[in-house]
Every structure is written in structure tokens, then in C-alpha cells.
């Protein structure tokens, strides 16, 4: 290097990638990388970082995340903060009733994340059943936002679930536009008639509520979704997969050569059904949690093992208890007649529990979680190599991970405002030790440094091949 002086050195720790671990040093100017090697060869640092004992990974990515309903964007940024993620991907939103367009509501997020968020914000959009909506598809591609979400169920009492000949269109746009279409692939005619026909007979328990939703049904969802990105040539990525029978369906497209890729979630790795006896309601998630001693969470973890699976995303998307507790009546149908909310958080668990449950636990390589939380995400969504990865010229966003420390979920530490984890009293292994966003730090040691209006509004490219096969 020719410079006399770098802002930041991390030394000390063991440096990670999506396909190594070695010992080096990283030395930051500005808001980028300037060099990783010896850290004798380095220049000297205005502040030195000792990471000694501890993992440098790229800067976490949670790539699902909801926060429309309850937390703002500046919550979520401090919520995922906490937890070592280091950029969000979540779903912007619209004024249904005034027809906004997607680029004015563009404009507003990016406004509103340069004033509020802690960390760094890209952005999808769920294309809702409004067919207006696509007229702004083009020029919102242009601006950045290269990654939609349709919804292919939420039948009853929702303006989500689209049709098939809406979809193709969609994803006929998308595809032109460079874009990937996401699809929540649960068959949403078949599950309104299990529903109806479980409330017909009075099987409205929260343990009623898996019933509705088998896993055939997002099997056969998959293959529709599979068969129309084909025919419209647009990559698809099947959000929250939860079942064995979804991932052969798209195991086999891949190996086909379909562009098809996919994520998996915390609940659906370390959960069961026997969750909605335990906390009811607050356990209603979509695709629903599956049998303890079912094929599925193995399949998962497989799944992940071997690269069929691309990612791991938390589908951060909590509802008040309030507004879940009727559920304990009726799962399907509130008082007033409108469904029992569907969600739960898990922005801030996410990352914590894929360390511990993934690597320390089950012996998962310290690279796969650099694959399925880094590497992967940025790929897909159009931020690589800026994010995602470690190398000269990108941007400075490492987590740190501490695997000799501990810490167990507890709710009432969290940031969010649903007071609640389904993981509550999880002991992990491993914790968050410190991030930087740009070269700044972000958490120290369980603080915040940064303030809200530090995070930047991210455009994103077009989507490329997240990695595959198995993991060393």
C-alpha cells in the first residue's frame, strides 16, 4: 500500500469468507476495504480493533423482513443492529388507496431510511392484486429496486394473493427488467377450502390451524410458480421454504438449470407445531409450522448443507399479541370477522440462532454462515460485491462473532414493540461482537454507535447465481 496511515485495522481475529478462514488483518480507509493481509505488512491505524479469538465475517444480511405493521424502519435497523446484521432487505410499501405508483414510494423510503435507520436498507415490493401498480414497474427497476414479492395465498380478507395470469405478467416485466420475483408459494384456493371446511366443523384450536395448510399445498404451489418462471424467463426465489416435498420440486428445477433459488427460516429449522399448543396464536405463520417428527427440519438443514437452499432469512413480520390472542378461540377468524394475523419477529434472532443452532451446534463450517447470510443474499439481490463479501474496494461491513461467549433470548431485551420471541429462553452459543457499516462501527460490545440517519439507501442490481453444493 502506499498510504502512510488507514483509519481502521482488525487484527487479531480469524477472517471469513464463503469458502475460507485464514488469519489476517483487514485495514479500512474511508468507507471501504483497503487491504487484508500480515498485519505486519499494513500500515499503522488511526484505531486499531483487536479481534483476537473471534470471527470477522462480511456483514450479515437479513434479506426478509417485514416491518409495516408494527416496527418502523429506524426500530428495525436498531432491532437487527443488536443482532449483527449489518444491511436490511425488507418490504417497502404503498398507498393502496391513493394508487401511489412504485417509484413515488421509492422516493419516500429512500428519504425516510437516510433520516431514520442505523444501518443500510435495499428494498422489495410485494405486488399486491392491483394491477395498476405494474404501470410503475419499469422505471421502479430503474431506480434500484430490482426484487419483487407476489403472493400466491391469503385468500380471505387480504388484497395479496394474485392470479396466475397476473403473476406471469409480473414476472414478464421483472424478467425484462433484469429483476427477481419472489413468491410465496402456498396454493391459496386449496387452503380457503380446509380452512372453511375446519371451521365448518368446528376445528378452530390453534393445533387446527396446520390442517389448513399441508405441505402438498406448497409443493404445488412451487411447481406452478416453477413452470411460469420458465415460461417467462424470470428468476424466482421461493421465500420461507418449510417443507421436504417444496425443496425436491425445486431441487429438481435446479438440476434442470432453472434460475429457482430459495431460503429457509429459523422457525422453520429449529420448531415444531407442537409450538400452537404451546404459545397459540402467536405461533400462526405462514407457511405453518410442521410436525415435530415430520420429514421437514431435517430436509431443511440438509437443504442448506448441500447448497440447494441459498439462504437464511428471519421473516421478521410480528403482529401485536393483542391482535393475536382471539386466536385461542378461533384461529381462523377474529370477533370482528377478519383473519388471525399471520407472522412473527425474528430480525433480532435470526443471525444469533443460525450461528449457534448452525455452526456451533450442528457443525456447520463458520463459512456456511458466511454463504447463507452474506454472500448469498447479496448475490441474488443485486448488492454484490459491495455487500456480502470481503475484498479490496468493497464496502467496510464486517460482524464479529465472539464463539466463546453466550447469550440467552430473552424478549424483554429486545428493541421491537412486540414483546414476544417464540425462542424465548433459547440459550445460544456464540454472540455478537461488533459490526461496522461503511467502515464505521456500528454495535460495540452490545452498544450503538451509530445514530439514526447513519444508514443509506441502497439500489440494487440485477440478480446473480447465489453459491451452491455443499459446504467444507
Known amino acids: 500500500m502506499n498510504q502512510s496511515r488507514v483509519d481502521t485495522i482488525i487484527g487479531g481475529g480469524k477472517v471469513v469468507t464463503s469458502s475460507e478462514v ?38 450479515l444480511i437479513d434479506a426478509h423482513v417485514h416491518l409495516d405493521r408494527v416496527d418502523t424502519y429506524e426500530l428495525g435497523s436498531i432491532a437487527a443492529a443488536h443482532s449483527g446484521i449489518t444491511t436490511l432487505i425488507p418490504f417497502g410499501t404503498y398507498d ?86 419472489q413468491l410465496h408459494c402456498e396454493s391459496g384456493s386449496i387452503i380457503d377450502y380446509l380452512e372453511d371446511k375446519l371451521i365448518e366443523d368446528g376445528c378452530v384450536h390453534p393445533t387446527d390451524f396446520p390442517g389448513a395448510c399441508p405441505d402438498w399445498a406448497e409443493e404445488e404451489a412451487i411447481n406452478r410458480a416453477v413452470k411460469m418462471g420458465a415460461v417467462t424467463n424470470c428468476p424466482i ?49 405462514g407457511p405453518p409450522l410442521r410436525p415435530k417428527d ?23 413480520s410480528p403482529s401485536p399479541p393483542g391482535s393475536k390472542q382471539p386466536g385461542w378461540n378461533n384461529i381462523f377468524i377474529g370477533p370482528d370477522g377478519t383473519p388471525i394475523p399471520f407472522g412473527s419477529p425474528g430480525v433480532e434472532t435470526a443471525a444469533p440462532l443460525a450461528y449457534s443452532e448452525g455452526v456451533a451446534k450442528r457443525g456447520m463450517p463458520i463459512t456456511w454462515l458466511a454463504r447463507v447470510m452474506s454472500e448469498n443474499p447479496a448475490r441474488i439481490f443485486g448488492l454484490y460485491p459491495r455487500k456480502g463479501s470481503l475484498q479490496v474496494g468493497t464496502d467496510a461491513d464486517l460482524t464479529i462473532i465472539d464463539p466463546q461467549d453466550s447469550m440467552v433470548i430473552r424478549a424483554k431485551d429486545h428493541h421491537g414493540n412486540t414483546g414476544y420471541s417464540l425462542f424465548e429462553g433459547w440459550e445460544l452459543s456464540g454472540k ?13 460490545r452490545g452498544i450503538l454507535e451509530q445514530k439514526p440517519g447513519y444508514g443509506s439507501f441502497l439500489e440494487c442490481g440485477g440478480p446473480r447465481a447465489p453459491l451452491g453444493g455443499p459446504v467444507h
Not at 244 to 256: D, F, N, P, T
Not at 294 to 315: H, N, R, V
Not at 433 to 438: E, G
Open 22 to 59: 485464514f488469519d489476517a488483518a483487514i485495514a479500512i480507509v474511508g468507507e471501504q476495504i483497503a487491504a487484508i493481509g500480515p498485519e505486519h505488512l499494513l500500515p499503522p491505524a488511526d484505531r486499531y480493533i483487536d479481534a483476537t479469538g473471534k470471527y470477522v465475517l462480511p456483514g
Open 96 to 181: 393502496d388507496a391513493a394508487e401511489q405508483s412504485l417509484p413515488e414510494a421509492i422516493n419516500n423510503h429512500r428519504e425516510e431510511i437516510d433520516s431514520t435507520a442505523v444501518l443500510d436498507f435495499g428494498f422489495h415490493f410485494i405486488l399486491k392484486n392491483r394491477p395498476w401498480v405494474l404501470k410503475g414497474l419499469p422505471q421502479a427497476l430503474e431506480m434500484g429496486v430490482t426484487s419483487y414479492k407476489m403472493f400466491m395465498t391469503y385468500k380471505k380478507g387480504l388484497t395479496s394473493m394474485c392470479d396466475d395470469d397476473y403473476i406471469c405478467e409480473a414476472m414478464s416485466m421483472v424478467s425484462k427488467g433484469g429483476g427477481v420475483l
Open 237 to 285: 426465489y421461493v421465500v420461507h421454504l418449510s417443507s421436504q416435498v417444496g425443496l425436491e420440486r425445486i431441487k429438481r428445477a435446479q438440476a434442470e438449470g432453472q434460475r429457482v433459488w430459495t431460503e429457509t427460516c429459523p422457525q422453520y429449522l429449529l420448531l415444531s407445531d407442537e409450538e400452537m399448543s404451546r404459545v397459540g396464536p402467536l405461533a400462526k405463520i
Open 294 to 316: 415430520g420429514p421437514d427440519q431435517p430436509a431443511m438443514w440438509k437443504g442448506l448443507e448441500l447448497g440447494y437452499i441459498s439462504t437464511i432469512g428471519s421473516d421478521h
Open 432 to 444: 455478537p461482537y461488533m459490526s461496522m457499516v461503511r467502515g464505521q462501527v456500528l454495535l460495540n
